[in-house]
């Protein structure tokens, strides 16, 4: 464990002291569970994949032993920042990673804005004088998260460069376009009226849609999971989703958060039969659409995505939340509702000179990532004409 010294600063409104360090232990994600959870319901840029729950079952399930760095800082011994962090090697390069970053579709650090202040500068102090790491990757950053006030506070070399594509739909304004309808009205006419008609099949059909409660979301995660291979089956599936280590930590991750209403597991039936599973998960300002596994003949008979979509949007809309995100990826599925595109943010942070060439290196391969993919590839230069050196 690296601790800081406490110091003073100026608080909201007071002075107030300060105290940062880095916990080693893995017992440090179970004692400090309750403050986790606090400082998750504080942190207004947070997304789900940054509650307890789902870094605390990943770290079960993936973890090494020996490799978390979890960093805190206290005011007046009130947590109000914190970096889940492992420590690995990427490239080659020693470097911190956030906990989950590998099965989360957003990265980011704990804040209360309250004390973003001094609360940024704490976290940066405490992982600089952490040793060991040449740079802090954080691959997956979505616009307004904590993490981009760390980057502009760092006082070492970081870079940004372009990420993945994560496509939203609104819920809309509460009355009567809300929902689905908020969404079909983006569309051509002839367009909305072909949905429309498949809804009605699907309401016709008599298919239903359950909310699981919490004690039965770790069955309900094996069944859709099942359901999910089974779609699959025959094409390129993610090798991840069917292995029993995530399986096991989808089901224990979704039971807490469902428990905390952070999540939802929906259970679609056709005539008591189950034939699709979806888990959403719920976060400040919107819901994502994290997972789903259905029939494979199902697709033959109504429109699988047109469903679950129109589920997700009621839920989102009863809880509040601004719009469905439908994550990573702008796959042809995704653009027919004609979503708005938010781009996140691969942002790296520098603790010694190796930082330069990891840099360099982790661009490089993600250029010829994206040109294997067949996408246009990353922007020409040393680190992407849209990439941008935050500050040396």
Avoid at 2 to 21: F, K, R
Avoid at 44 to 63: D, L, R, V
Avoid at 306 to 332: C, F, K, N, T
Wanted: aromatic share 6%; charged share 25%.
């Amino acid at each position: 464990m690296t601790v800081t010294a406490p110091s003073l600063l100026a608080a909201p409104g007071a002075s107030a002291e300060w105290s940062a360090e880095v916990h080693r232990d893995e017992q440090a994600l179970i004692a400090l569970a309750g403050d986790l959870r606090d400082l998750y319901d504080r942190s207004p840029a947070a997304t789900p994949f940054q509650a307890y729950e789902w870094i605390k079952s990943w770290w079960g399930w993936y973890g090494t032993r020996g490799r978390l760095r979890l960093a805190t800082v206290r005011c007046r011994g009130r947590l109000v920042a914190a970096a889940p962090l492992a420590a690995g090697v990427r490239h080659g390069f020693p470097v911190l990673v956030p906990i989950a970053a590998d099965q989360s579709d957003f990265t980011d650090v704990l804040l209360d804005p309250a004390y973003a202040d001094g609360a940024v500068r704490h976290l940066a102090r405490a992982l600089l004088d952490e040793r060991g790491w040449c740079a802090l990757d954080l691959r997956e950053v979505r616009p307004g998260s904590a993490a981009h006030l760390l980057a502009a506070r760092w006082p070492r070399r970081a870079w940004r460069t372009p990420s993945s594509v994560c496509l939203e739909l609104p819920v809309g304004a509460a009355g009567s376009g809300t929902g689905i309808d908020a969404v079909l009205d983006r569309l051509p006419g002839r367009t909305a009226g072909k949905m429309r008609a498949k809804l009605r099949k699907i309401d016709v059909r008599g298919i239903t849609a359950e909310s699981v409660p919490a004690d039965r979301v770790p069955d309900a995660v094996h069944a859709l999971l099942d359901l999910h291979t089974r779609q699959w089956r025959g094409r390129p599936i993610n090798p991840e989703h069917t292995r029993e280590r995530f399986r096991r930590h989808l089901a224990e991750a979704a039971a807490g958060m469902v428990r905390d209403g952070r999540a939802a597991v929906l259970q679609y039936r056709w005539d008591d039969r189950l034939v699709a599973g979806d888990l959403v998960l719920i976060g400040h300002r919107h819901v994502g659409a994290y997972l789903y596994g259905a029939l494979p003949d199902l697709r033959s008979r109504v429109d699988v995505s047109l469903m679950m979509l129109r589920e997700d949007l009621a839920l989102a809309r009863d809880r509040h939340r601004q719009s469905v995100s439908l994550l990573r990826g702008d796959e042809p599925y995704k653009l027919k509702w004609r979503p708005t595109p938010v781009r996140n943010e691969r942002i790296i942070l520098g603790r010694t000179a190796a930082a330069t060439a990891y840099a360099g290196l982790a661009r490089t391969r993600a250029y010829l990532s994206e040109r294997r993919r067949g996408g246009p590839g990353a922007p020409a230069g040393p680190f992407g004409s849209a990439s941008r050196l935050l500050h040396d």
